[in-house]
């Protein structure tokens, strides 16, 4: 059979059922975003907001630890974390959240979930290799070495007993993987693993990461793309070196063979190989509870971590283990999918704005922020943020987040001028305006035709932002067919993020 042939029949079989469908338009959606500083930051953020269980774990994540020389207190909004963290490293660390979640989701089997910790394992590898061959970024890295295996990865989940068919030929009949996969699938598992990237639409230097190298020695890359090949498939071949189990003498043998081998490319010993391994190990047991997993599942990572004892040579005396500590219990996994709390949520993404207007910003930062904010506090199908255009007079849509928030965003256009509806009281009064039912008969003659063609919420929230009398912005908020349920501790909170922001703008102008 045709390997590009068969890969199509693979494919095919994964988007037969389940959520690989929707997982794969998702980081199709983000893999086509391109960085910048206006609309595509945008679109990777309402892609993440989606997404209730995503942002939650995304904010956990780039919260962790290793984040730390990043920020100098938490991160509550995806909006700050594209400011201070970068857009790649967000769009990055959400393809990688994903990732996991699908991992998880199809975990029947205890082995899987053992897999789904490990792919974690590997990517943290990279993000530790990556200052040794020479890149700065270390969440690139990740991304590339947890991609890397990414073909036996899905086949594992999606076609398991097919890969137990390659295991038996391999140990029965002695075939490479690749032979036997080959064999089975008509594909191997790195054919395989690009074929879905690529469906995913992942940028170049990410396929050409998690492409293969050949045998022996590598040389030095003379490029970014080929420093990402080398940590990427570095970080695998770790994890495989150390997955076998061998005996300690023969382990170490196996990790001086690799150092051998991307000496020239990495300029990393087989003694810092080991220990990259064992802090990666430290870092995934105290971290993956972001990705759902337990750290228990893998016995790979208790025996780094001295739970298990290694196998011995018969040459070694093995080591007392009564002064051994027992590993820590991982962090809890109690309530992690509960999303914080309104005015929890509220309460930190004030000071989130707090510390962008104490800093260099851009208005585009402030208007981002505070949309994103209201509409994660859970009281609004859709949030919109507008501002004054100068040369129409008019108030118009410029973030949106929400069902239908582009449509939204375009059709919004509120004049300045007098006109006898909701929106111009609001605007010309300063006047903060909660219609609990657009429809009822004494409010519908206040509506105005454009809103009712584009918008028709069943209730909605005006806050103007106004500048000595003068109108300059106006956030929206709405419940498309039920009534706005804000409690006076939530429309205070929600007033106070508005007047914040009159503070941020007034600083600017």
Known sequence: MPTETALEQLLARMNEGGDFPALSHTIAELNKAVGDETGHSNILTEVILRDVSLTNKLLRLVNAAHYGSFSGQPISTISRAVVILGFDAVRDAAVSLLLFEHLENHAQADELKAESVESFFCGTLGRMLARHAGLRDG???????????????????????????IADLMADEGLSEEAAARLVLGADYDQLGLAIARHWHFAPNILHAIAPLENGVVSSPAHTQGRLQVVANLARELHQTYARNLPLDQQRQAVEALSVRYRDAAKIDAEVLSEVAHKAAEQVWEEAHVIHSDPRRSHLLKRLLGEEPEQKSPAVQPEADAGEAPLPEPPGQTDRDEAPDPTSILAQGMQDLTSLILGHYQLADVFKLVAELFYRCGSFDRVLVSTLDRPSQCMVGRVAFGPGAERLRTTFRIPVSFSPDVFHAALSKGQDILISDARADNIRSRIPTWYAQHANAHAFLLLPVSLNGRPLAMIYGDRQNEALQLSGQLLGLLKALRNQATLAIRQKL
């Open 139 to 165: 969440e690139e890295a990740f991304i590339s070495a947890l991609f890397r295996n990414l073909g036996r990865l899905m086949a594992r989940f999606h076609f398991f007993e097919e890969t137990q068919h």
